[in-house]
């Protein structure tokens, strides 16, 4: 649903902003598109006439989601997901901005692409959605990309997707081009040669079920090289999906060492395990895999100190073609856009977190990395805000999900809260009824 830009007035809410590291009752006043004041007492004060008055009743209101990694069908798999379906299903799920990857067909490798996405998704979509560019032509790992020329052209970063740039040579020229226009590089860190033909995580478990295995050194290494490479060359660098306590050692040395890196977790690696796989349930099979349980745990803590910065939703749909079939030869990839913030929020209920610094690695983190102007409830700031209920109870049904492809984890999962109300740019884009 589309609405008016009518002024907006949130009030009686349990306002969280980890921008200004507030979290506590207050109003919200959305005017022109922009937040025009975040605060305790705005509707006693009198608000513009015409103004839209809803009363919170307590619930949540925070800055809109920022996705970092969601792959979105369009050029060219539109079959798995559009603009349009991908930011229907954003919406419901309290996403107002999209990253979209760049493994498409044609790959985001040229300007050209990088605006046919952009007009694309204006032209189509209800969320802010941003592109991703190829880190190398062809994502080949060969010949780096025009990286001065498509940040020009609107891409807010560089990667090439599932894929990991195995030549260091080519890694390390990147880095270096990258910092001289200070764009960032986000790397997939799985060496491809150590995946080999594994398809879950290596250890008891895997083996029980007669599957081949991923050890977690095809990350560490991987991500180890990448450190190294980041501290030769001074460029800006974003692990795209960590899963393991080793890679959380390498990333919190490098930090330590005043290296500018970052690095993002998966909704599905912080709640889930590669125990939930049990019967060899495809819509589990996941790159990177689902590590152990303390992986998971490890995971959360690394989020909750802010060691990793940013829970993305690694949304990869697949149609039932390439989904039901047996594990070892099903498809990778799971839709998280609608669910993120629902499994994200069993992080509060569990104790593992608290609100504010879910909301800063969800929204907060995202726009600061991506240099995006979101991620705020400050005044002036763009009119991309959410309302949460934090504790109503529900059951996911595939068949309400947005999203073209249904290959959800969370099939039948209980949840305890969802969203209520996105606005995007002043509008009201999503309302639970």
């Known amino acids: 649903m589309l609405t008016d830009r009518r002024p907006i007035l949130l ?22 598109g922009v937040i025009r004041d975040a605060k305790r007492g705005i509707g006693a004060a009198g608000v513009p ?6 009363n919170c009743a307590g619930k949540i209101v925070a800055p809109g989601l920022i996705d970092m990694r969601a792959f979105v069908g369009e050029p060219g798999a539109s079959h798995r997901e559009t603009f349009a379906s991908a ?6 799920g309290g996403i107002t901005t999209i990253i979209c990857q760049p493994d498409t067909s044609p790959v985001i490798d040229n300007s050209a692409t990088v605006d046919f996405v952009l007009r694309r998704a204006r032209d189509t979509a209800i969320v802010n959605i941003h592109p991703m560019a190829a880190l190398t ?20 970063a560089f990667t090439d997707g599932d894929k990991s740039v195995t030549n260091a040579q080519v890694m390390r020229r990147a880095l270096t081009y990258a910092r001289d226009f200070d764009a960032l590089i986000v790397h997939h860190t799985e060496d491809p040669d150590l995946v080999g033909e594994g398809v ?3 250890g008891e478990f895997g083996t029980r079920l007669g599957l081949m295995g991923i050890p ?7 991500l180890e090289r990448d450190m190294r490479l980041a501290a030769l060359t001074g460029g800006r660098y974003h692990a795209a999906s960590l899963t393991s306590i080793e890679s959380l050692d390498i990333l919190k040395r490098a930090r330590d060492s005043g290296l500018d890196v970052s690095a993002s977790v ?6 889930l395990n590669e125990n939930d796989i049990g019967p060899y349930r495809t819509f589990l099979k996941l790159s990177p895999p689902l590590r152990t349980e303390d992986d998971r745990k490890a995971l959360v803590a690394a989020l909750a100190s802010g060691l990793i910065d940013v829970v993305m939703s690694d949304h990869n749909p697949q149609d039932v073609e390439v989904k039901r079939l047996p594990f070892a030869e099903a498809a990778s990839g799971a839709v998280g856009l609608q669910t993120i913030l629902p499994a994200a929020l069993r992080l509060i209920h569990n104790g593992e977190m608290d609100f504010k610094t ?20 400050r005044a002036g700031a763009p009119a991309d805000v959410i309302v949460i209920d934090a504790d109503t109870p529900w059951v996911l049904d595939r068949d309400d999900l947005k999203s073209l492809c249904k290959n959800t984890p969370f099939d039948d999962a209980r949840f305890s809260g969802r969203v209520m109300r996105t606005i995007v740019g002043g509008r009201t884009v999503y309302e639970h009824v």
Not at 49 to 54: A, L, P, Q, Y
Not at 87 to 92: D, E, I, N, R, T
Not at 216 to 222: D, N, P, R
Not at 365 to 373: F, K, V
């Open 358 to 377: 879910l909301i800063r690695a969800m929204s907060t983190r995202p726009a600061e990395i991506l240099g995006l102007p979101g991620g705020t409830l």
């Open 216 to 222: 977690t050194a095809a990350e560490s290494i991987m």
């Open 87 to 92: 930011s229907q299903a954003a919406a419901a």
């Open 49 to 54: 006439e015409g103004t839209d008055v809803v």
């Open 137 to 156: 032509k062809g994502l080949q790992g060969q010949e780096m990309t025009e990286i001065g020329l498509l940040k020009a052209a609107g891409a807010v």
């Open 11 to 32: 009030a009686n809410a349990r306002v969280i902003d980890p921008s200004r590291d507030f979290d506590g009752p207050g109003d919200v006043l959305i005017a022109d």
């Open 266 to 271: 998966s909704i599905n690696h912080v709640t």
């Open 200 to 202: 879950m995580n290596e």
